[in-house]
């Protein structure tokens, strides 16, 4: 069995979604990540970004972060000390961040030959989702602040 988490042959579950993520995080901040067994040992999120996506399937990728989270994140982006880093430049690293997330899974639905159109990330709101079905999520614990990870989609109509 192929156990390469870019093998879209592989279905898009909640392992392959952190995955996918934790790799983003090594890959572009240098940002250390581990699937978190305790969330609530971690910061509550306080900044949401999302961004949708159109093709074959339709959806979308959600983050809920820490606060400490986004200005470690936007700390190693801009290569300064997170203590310089302003709640602007925070958010909008989480952004980018959604931005890459959301290219990750529709290559990972549709790999190179399928055509999916990818939005805008903007900041959001996790609002209606807690216990929500039909998701994909994961929670990451970064270096001790928290990621909260959900993609939803289903097949376009």
């Known amino acids: ?19 996918l993520a934790i790799e983003a995080l090594e890959r572009t901040a240098f940002v250390l ?9 971690l910061p509550s999120a306080e900044v949401f970004a999302e961004i949708d996506f ?3 399937e339709q959806g979308g990728v959600d983050l809920a972060a820490s ?6 994140l936007a700390s190693s982006i801009l290569g300064c000390d ?3 880093v302003t709640d602007a430049q925070g958010d909008e690293a ?10 990750s899974v529709i290559y990972r639905l549709g790999g190179e030959q399928c ?13 209606g989702w807690s ?7 994961c929670v990451l614990d970064a270096e001790g602040e928290r990621l909260e990870i959900r993609c939803h989609h289903r097949r376009a109509a």
């Open 94 to 103: 989480l952004r980018e961040l959604a931005n890459i997330l959301g290219g």
């Open 33 to 41: 990540a581990d699937p978190c067994a305790d969330p609530d040992a």
């Open 54 to 56: 159109h093709g074959p």
């Open 131 to 137: 216990g929500a079905s039909g998701h994909e999520s």
């Open 115 to 127: 055509a999916f159109s990818l939005g805008l990330p903007r900041l959001g709101s996790f609002q």
């Open 82 to 84: 997170a203590a310089e």
């Open 1 to 19: 069995m192929n156990t390469d988490p870019t093998n879209s042959t592989r279905p898009l579950d909640s392992d392959t979604l952190s995955q």
């Open 67 to 72: 606060r400490g989270f986004t200005r470690n």
